[in-house]
């Protein structure tokens, strides 16, 4: 019985559980300090993100607020998004401390160049997404005729502007997937790029279905990275094979 609470790590299970329940702990202190900051700049925050908007309608790009709650609603949103984003390389950094005691010494040593590659292939989505934002809005307000006066109500706006910022996010980390099935020996090299068709369908058809805004700006910002990504990992995956 002892030796089946033992982990690989040698840890028992009370022991996975204080340590999980202790990196889930820093992790919502973290979320919850930085949330508080972003909170208290919420107005820079707010034109920081208003800024895509006011590049798509340089005219005309104020908020319509309809109900007196709103205002409130949006600076405890922006709060809470803005702690997860800027706590997540401590999220990150946590959650690989967590995992690290189950791997093996050669797995070990590939734990700070995950969690860096992590951090920044997030960021890097974050900031696609923002950048992108502004030409999804002029093709969304193409669409609907110029017969149209917008003015977007802030907390539909963020809502739609912070979904897009994490699917991009998410997506992003798809090399560093690819990467660790590879060194897991869960995949090689040699079979990712002999299935480089099927990929590139596969890639194509989730990029026209995760992006939120449904426009061909977004969505091509989506599926072209992530085709590079897809033969990028390749490549590392055979440099850290030999």
């Known amino acids: 019985m002892a030796k089946f609470r033992k982990a690989a790590s040698g840890m028992t299970l009370s022991e996975h559980l204080a340590e999980a329940r202790y990196r889930f702990m820093v992790s919502l202190i973290s979320v919850f300090v930085l949330g508080t900051v972003a909170f208290i700049f919420y107005p820079e925050i707010l034109k920081v993100l ?12 104020t908020f319509l607020v309809t109900n007196p709650l709103d205002g409130l609603t949006l600076r405890i949103k922006i709060g809470v998004f803005g702690g997860f984003l ?14 690290t005691p189950g791997l093996k010494a050669k797995e070990r040593r590939y734990a700070l160049p995950f969690v860096a590659s992590s951090i920044l292939f997030f960021s890097g989505g974050v900031a696609v997404a923002y950048f992108i934002f502004g030409r999804a809005i002029k093709f969304l ?60 369908i596969t890639i194509t058809v989730v990029s026209a279905v995760v992006t939120p805004s449904s426009d061909p700006f977004s969505m091509l910002a989506l599926a ?19």
Request: hydrophobic share 50%; aromatic share 18%.
């Open 141 to 200: 307000e193409a669409i609907g005729g110029h017969s149209l006066v917008t003015y977007y109500n802030p907390n539909q706006y963020l809502s739609l502007f912070v979904l897009m910022m994490f699917i991009f996010g998410v997506t992003f980390e798809f090399p560093v997937v690819l990467v660790a099935l590879e060194l897991a020996g869960m995949v090689t090299p040699r079979q990712l790029l002999r299935g480089w068709r099927y990929a590139l």
């Open 224 to 242: 072209i990275p992530l085709t590079v990504f897809y033969f990028m990992a390749i490549g590392i995956g055979k440099l850290l094979r030999k």
């Open 86 to 99: 800027l706590s997540s390389p401590i999220l990150f950094w946590q959650a690989w401390r967590f995992i």
């Open 50 to 61: 208003q800024e895509p908007y006011c590049r798509a309608t340089p005219r005309h790009c």
